[in-house]
């Protein structure tokens, strides 16, 4: 069966700091990849989706980056944190551009 | 980007029947999922039209008109446990992604 792994489950991170966030998928090949926000009170928001090894699209300008270095492996970064970067951020993975989404546990991520 | 609308907030008592409108700018793909999200939790699936007309799935229905940009969610014999968000999802304008909807925050007292 296939399994979506999310880490860290929360971070606490000064303004300014750096981020990595992973998500691995398991027992799907060649999934569609996806990062989430979800800020206090909003709806989520869609940063980016991959569609395979190396592409990366991206919904809104932002202050994130993410790569694809491996086929089941989405890493959502940032090189200077804002305050604005606060949420809870959610991985998620679907067989194809029009299926359902598989969502990880979140990682609620506050910048002080 | 996408229009989503749906109400912010419904509230409903045990036992009783609920419906969740949502309205949606169509595009190319005019296919509609609903995800149910508690506090603090990820989304998880409810229910996925593509079709016109009404999908039943025990306790929850979801309803598509794909010419009006109109969905909504139903829920019978409202649990407690369905105290949670109910999120109207659409596709992007390319097709290649899933925008959600702010939520509708359902309340359900005893």
């Known amino acids: 069966s296939q399994t979506i792994h999310q880490w860290p489950a929360t971070l606490v991170q000064p303004v300014g700091s750096p981020l990595s966030l992973e998500c691995t998928v398991e027992g799907t090949s060649n999934p569609n990849l996806y990062w989430y926000r979800q800020a206090a009170g909003r709806g989520l928001q869609l940063l980016f989706y991959?569609?395979?090894?190396?592409?990366i699209s991206s919904e809104v300008p932002q202050n994130l980056s993410a790569s694809r270095p491996q086929d089941r492996q989405f890493i959502l970064s940032s090189k200077k944190l804002l305050l604005s970067d606060s949420g809870f951020y959610l991985c998620?993975?679907?067989?194809?551009?029009?299926?359902?989404?598989?969502f990880g546990s979140g990682t609620q991520l506050s910048v002080l | 980007g996408q229009n989503i609308d749906q109400p912010t907030e419904m509230t409903a008592t045990e036992g009783a029947i609920v419906q969740i409108n949502c309205t949606y700018q169509t595009s190319g793909f005019n296919g509609l999922f609903w995800y149910q999200q508690h506090a603090g939790e990820a989304p998880t699936f409810l229910s996925y039209n593509v079709l016109d007309g009404l999908e039943e799935k025990g306790r929850f229905s979801s309803f598509l008109s794909r010419s009006k940009g109109y969905s909504y969610l139903l829920l019978k014999e409202l649990q407690m446990k369905d105290s949670a968000s109910y999120l109207c999802?659409?596709?992007?304008?390319?097709?290649?992604?899933?925008?959600f909807g702010k939520g509708t925050t359902l309340s359900v007292s005893s």
């Open positions: 998620a993975w679907s067989v194809g551009r029009r299926e359902k989404l598989f």
């Open positions: 999802v659409s596709f992007n304008q390319a097709g290649t992604a899933l925008i």
């Open positions: 991959s569609v395979g090894i190396g592409q």
